[in-house]
């Protein structure tokens, strides 16, 4: 990897060192929009940053990428001085082989995203601290093709998305807000929590980080509308409430150790995803807007986690109503579990 990157940075390091003017011109990082929980951000850096790995990801796969697929961006790119075009290129090169292909919680992309967000601390490593420089570096390189043929409309388009989920908020967020408080039992910390909107987000559309001793930072994409945007911000956010020695975490290990059983890697995050889903079903139902359907109904419907619909409608729905505690509810939930999984071949049940 170090000769892959040495490679790329040899023949780029004139366009870097050119571009390094023309980035110290962009907007400084400031939110768009802040409520009691979160800051908003439409940030040219971070979307740029977006844009590559996305783009990046397509090279690797051999698909249609941002400025090659045909279309009016395309087109716009195709009149681009060479030295700008060969920013851009190079920096996808270098994306395409370094960061696109490694998962948002691998360092090559976790570094350069805690840079961004701010979050310092986390570069306690010089050769950390001089690889988000280098990507910086890229970033730079890259930045105006970005700006010309792409940046206005993502802005825009991101904008848009902030002002029509601040309208949601506005009526919801603190019913959502404290509800989530009473059912994570943690109270929220880290406020307001910056939250960047951008196009892509790899293949989920949104993710989180922590950050200690409190707050985080959340990525969302555009992808997400109407009240699916507002369940989206919500659950990223939730991962803050239930981090692992937290309340409701510590209620599941205990349980299934009660149980005899081991903790499922993937459970906490469903019941997550089912908790923070029904808290705002059940407030957006109050409000009126009774057809809501939470985000999990959606990957049950294409076959994910299945396996626990069941346990979790039956074992751990009471909870959610106040009408058993979180321990008996966490206990029901593992022995439902439990009794649902089959035992290995060759061992009684």
């Given at each position: 990897m170090r000769r892959v990157r040495a490679r790329i940075m040899l023949g780029l390091g004139g366009i870097?060192?050119?571009?390094?003017?023309?980035?110290?011109?962009?907007?400084?990082?400031?939110?768009?929009?802040?409520?009691?929980?979160?800051?908003?951000?439409?940030?040219?850096?971070?979307?740029?940053?977006?844009?590559?790995?996305?783009?990046?990801?397509?090279?690797?796969?051999?698909?249609?990428?941002?400025?090659?697929?045909?279309?009016a961006e395309a087109a716009c790119f195709d009149k681009l001085p060479a030295t700008v075009k060969a920013g851009w290129e190079g920096a996808l090169g270098y994306y395409a082989e370094i960061i696109s292909p490694a998962d948002w919680t691998d360092s090559r992309q976790h570094l350069v995203r805690v840079g961004l967000a701010g979050f310092d601390e986390e570069l306690k490593d010089p050769a950390d601290r001089q690889y988000v420089d280098l990507v910086a570096g890229l970033r730079a390189a890259a930045a105006p093709a970005y700006a010309a043929c792409r940046w206005a409309a993502q802005d825009e388009k991101n904008r848009a998305w902030i002002r029509s989920l601040k309208s949601r908020l506005a009526q919801d967020e603190q019913r959502i807000a404290t509800r989530l408080e009473s059912l994570y039992r943690k109270g929220w910390g880290g406020l307001p929590i910056p939250v960047d909107v951008v196009e892509t987000v790899s293949w989920s559309g949104a993710n989180s980080i922590l950050r200690y001793p409190a707050g985080g930072h959340l990525l969302i994409s555009t992808a997400y509308e109407g009240p699916s945007a507002l369940e989206v911000v919500f659950h990223e956010a939730s991962h803050l409430l239930m981090d692992r020695k937290d309340p409701m975490m510590a209620a599941l290990e205990r349980a299934a150790q009660d149980a005899g059983v081991r903790l499922p890697g993937d459970l906490w995050h469903v019941v997550l995803f089912y908790t923070t889903g029904e808290a705002v079903r059940q407030?957006?139902?109050?409000?009126?807007?009774?057809?809501?359907?939470?985000?999990?109904?959606?990957?049950?419907g294409r076959g994910g986690w299945v396996e626990y619909r069941q346990a979790l409608e039956s074992r751990w729905q009471p909870y959610l109503e106040g009408k058993r505690s979180l321990e008996k509810s966490a206990d029901a939930l593992m022995r439902a579990i439990k009794a649902s999984t089959p035992a290995p071949a060759g061992k009684k049940p």
């Open positions: 870097i060192a050119a571009s390094s003017a023309w980035a110290a011109d962009l907007p400084a990082r400031a939110a768009l929009e802040t409520t009691p929980h979160f800051a908003f951000y439409s940030d040219f850096a971070t979307n740029l940053n977006d844009a590559l790995i996305a783009a990046g990801l397509a090279r690797k796969k051999g698909k249609a990428e941002l400025f090659h697929d045909g279309n407030i957006l139902a109050a409000g009126g807007e009774k057809d809501y359907q939470p985000m999990l109904y959606g990957i049950f």
